[in-house]
């Protein structure tokens, strides 16, 4: 996996090296929500804007971010559904129909939650009121490299 986290600058890729692996810190999930209709219907200084507000979050959080994307609209989805003869059907469009959908996401390194939580705040999105960002903690191994719980 050499050099393929990749993490978004405004409309580009920015790669980050392969870590070592070994890191001590904990791993969280930034989940950006929001209104697609109003993310859709933006005017491009409006676009703008939120791309300097991810600029700005990508130069403060540095290093922390291991990846992120913008994800395409919900228009784009293909869902796997489970079914009574176990073989999965494939849906048009998200899970479920809501208001809010999951817009991008960024993967960040923190020393706990209380960090991954001031890193979220630096989010354009946390100021406006037609989105939100969920942190999640991230299961996967732990400092000893063995499996979570």
């Known amino acids: 996996m050499s050099g393929r986290l990749v993490r978004r600058q405004g409309r580009r890729a920015v790669t980050r090296p392969p870590s070592d692996g070994m890191s001590e810190m904990a791993k969280y999930l930034l989940l950006i929500y929001g209104n697609e209709q109003i993310w859709e219907g933006m005017s491009e200084q409006q676009l703008a804007d ?19 994307h913008e994800l395409l609209p919900t228009t784009t989805a293909t869902t796997l559904r489970g079914n009574l003869s176990g073989t999965p059907t494939a849906t048009d469009g998200p899970f479920l129909e809501t208001k809010e959908a999951l817009g991008g996401y960024y ?16 989010l354009p999105e946390v100021s406006e009121a037609h989105s939100g960002v969920e942190v999640r903690p991230v299961n996967g191994p732990d400092q000893t490299g063995t499996a979570s719980a």
């Not at 939120?50 to 992120?68: Q, T, Y």
């Open 50 to 68: 939120l791309g300097a507000g991810h600029a700005a979050f990508v130069a403060a959080a540095g290093d922390a971010i291991l990846a992120g």
């Open 107 to 122: 993967l960040v390194e923190a020393a706990d939650l209380d960090a991954a939580l001031a890193l979220a705040r630096l």
